[in-house]
Every structure is written in C-alpha cells, then in structure tokens.
C-alpha cells in the first residue's frame, strides 16, 4: 500500500510520445494541456470541436498539438495517423459521451463508442508500449453498490451499455493479441466530472453556467440524484498515473478514478454550490419527470488506486466548484483560456501533495 500521495513522473513523461483520442472534447482537452506542460509530444485524433465555444478552441490547443481532426470509425484514417504519430502511449478518449444521445441516437452511440474501440485496439496490435481507455462509471449493474472493479458489469440504457461494451471489447483485445505483443492494456472509469471549459448540453455545469450567466431560472431534471462528482483535473492525474503503471504486458486491467468514499452529492447541493459561488440569488425549479433515464443514485469505490497507485486529489467538492465557476466567470469576461487552464494545472498539481516537475 503506498503512503503517501503519488507524483506524476516529469522524467517519464517528458518527450514522450502520446497519442491521444479525443482531443478535441472536455477531458481529451485538459489531458492534452497537462500533458503538453509535462513536456510529452502529443498528436491527436477527433471530430472537429463538439460545441461552440469549446475548451480546445478557446485555449488554441490546435497550435499546440500535432492534431488530426478524424472520425475512429473510419479505421484506415485512424491507422494512419497512428502510424505518423508512432507513439509510445496511447490514451483513448473519443467517444459520444451523453447519456441523452444515448437515447436519441443509440446507433450512432454504439458505433462511434464501441466500433471506435474496435478500430483503435486493431491499429496498435504492434508499435506502442500501452493502451489506456477511459470508459465510465456507468458500466456497473447495480449503481448503487459500492461497485469496485470487479463487480459486476451491466447498463439499462445505450450510452452505459456502449461502455459495458468497450470494456469486453478491451479485455479481449488484450488477452487475444495485445498482451501477447508485449503491448499492456487499461481501462479507466471516471466518476462525473466537472470543470471549466465544458459547454455540451444536457449536462450539469455547462446547462447552470448558462443559466448564470443569462440569468435565467436554475432548471433541475433530477434534483435528487446522488453523482460521484469530481473535477476534470482529477480524472487527468488518475488516467496519467495508471498511464505510468502500465509497465508491464498482461491481461487487461481496470481503474476506477472517483471520488473519496462518502462524498456523493445530489444535483440540488452541487447547485447550491454553483449558485453560491455566482453570487446568484434566482429561483431554482426542477422541470419535472426526465425525459430519458437516468440512475437516482451513482457510486464508484476508488479505493484500489488509492491504495496501489498512491492517487490522492487535492480538492475538496466545495473547492472544486468554485475553482470551476471561476474559471467560467473568467473566461466569458474574456482572460485567456490558456492562462485560466494552466492557473488551475499549477494549483493542483503544484501543490505539497502531488510533486510533479512541470515544464
């Protein structure tokens, strides 16, 4: 057991070559941008930006990376840029990643999710030393248990069950060619989570930030829901620090990356929070039975990379929030996107718990 917050490794991530999916979207953003002030040569692979505006345009990471804007179900477009890129690491992160599309447009959500999977695991039967795929925290049966990495998989609802689906999709891939190539293999589940710089509809943040700044009623589809809630950055350290562990072939492993046991928080608090933060005193309503289906209550157990990894997040929830609405208020009163993000990236990662050398 490790006793102490674990470091990123600026020497192992220094020039190292990462090839990251999803660049364009929230968190492939934010990766990008840690990963860029670790020192690592990035090239990335997505769609074009989701939303407008968008964390990737706003901080100007296509002049920081080596970017290809592409689409993971077209396998000779992804196998070609995965060639030129001849990375070490690959982390992939590109996916259709709302539960409401889920439901709107379920084929196109399993195409883009589990085929994209398929592509990217065949493009790198040889060449990088790892593979890390970030799923989600809705790919357990029962949402409410404690759900460690070896329980039981499942999902009512096409989003949930297109990550299920990755996860098998891993695991084979893993054990039928990778593992074999010397090739080591992860899959990364993340709690929900939040920061600034995301501006998708239909998920939290981004819809109270809209109303905030509009001034318009807070809107609450489930006011109740219980969320592991935890800051982008978190997810990043999580997914890098299992990046670093990946030293050695074998079957393919699981991490969950979530919050401290205990801390869930309905969708009410977590506006309270937010609200607060604004210094806004409008009404709150809930609009009524959701359209689509949504888990009252989500759990996540991150005590196995607490204990084997040494993941420790600097951050509490109320910190978490009001480090994120700042960031917002800032960067629709027009600072620099780039400034904004690197201030949050020093903050956390400068801290006494978690040593990292940034460049």
């Not at 990894?309 to 996107?337: C, H, M, N, V």
Request: aromatic share 8%.
């Amino acid at each position: 057991m490790t006793s102490s917050p674990a470091a990123l490794d600026g020497a192992f991530w220094q020039d190292r070559r990462v090839f990251l999916t999803g660049h364009t979207g929230f968190i492939g953003g934010w990766t990008a941008a840690v990963l860029c002030r670790l020192g690592a040569k990035v090239s990335g692979f997505a769609l074009a930006p989701p939303t407008d505006p968008s964390f990737f345009q706003l901080t100007n990471l296509s002049e920081r990376i080596n970017g290809t804007i592409g689409d993971v179900r077209d396998r000779d477009a992804l196998a070609a840029a995965i060639a030129a890129a001849a990375p070490d690491l690959v982390i992939h992160l590109a996916a259709q990643p709302l539960v409401r599309i889920g439901f709107t447009n379920p084929v196109e959500t399993f195409a883009t999710n589990v085929l994209g999977t398929v592509n990217l695991l065949d493009c790198v039967r040889s060449g990088p030393r790892a593979v890390l795929v970030m799923t989600s925290d809705k790919v357990y049966r029962e949402t409410h248990s404690e759900n460690r990495e070896d329980y039981r998989l499942g999902a009512h609802h096409p989003y949930g069950a297109s990550k299920v689906c990755c996860e098998v999709v891993a695991e084979a891939y893993a054990h039928s060619f990778l593992a074999p190539a010397g090739i080591s293999v992860a899959t990364v589940r993340a709690g929900n989570v939040v920061g600034g710089g995301d501006w998708a509809l239909d998920r939290l943040i981004p819809d109270v930030v809209r109303a905030l700044s509009s001034g318009q009623p807070l809107s609450l589809r489930q006011p109740d829901a219980e969320r592991p809630w935890q800051h982008v950055l978190d997810a990043v350290y999580g997914m890098l620090l299992v990046g670093q562990a990946l030293s050695h072939a074998g079957e393919a492993t699981a991490w969950n990356v979530g919050p401290p046991s205990g801390r869930n928080m309905t969708v009410r608090q977590v506006v309270s929070l937010a609200a607060s933060a604004w210094g806004y005193e409008g009404k709150v309503v809930s609009e009524g039975p959701p359209t689509y289906e949504e888990a009252a209550i989500l759990t996540l157990s991150s005590e196995r990379i607490r204990q084997q990894l040494g993941y420790a997040e600097p951050w509490d929830l109320a910190e978490i929030i009001a480090r994120t609405i700042s960031w917002y208020r800032s960067a629709l009163a027009g600072k620099d996107a780039w400034q904004l993000a690197q201030a949050d990236i020093d903050a956390y990662f400068g801290n006494r718990l978690v040593a990292v050398r940034l460049q």
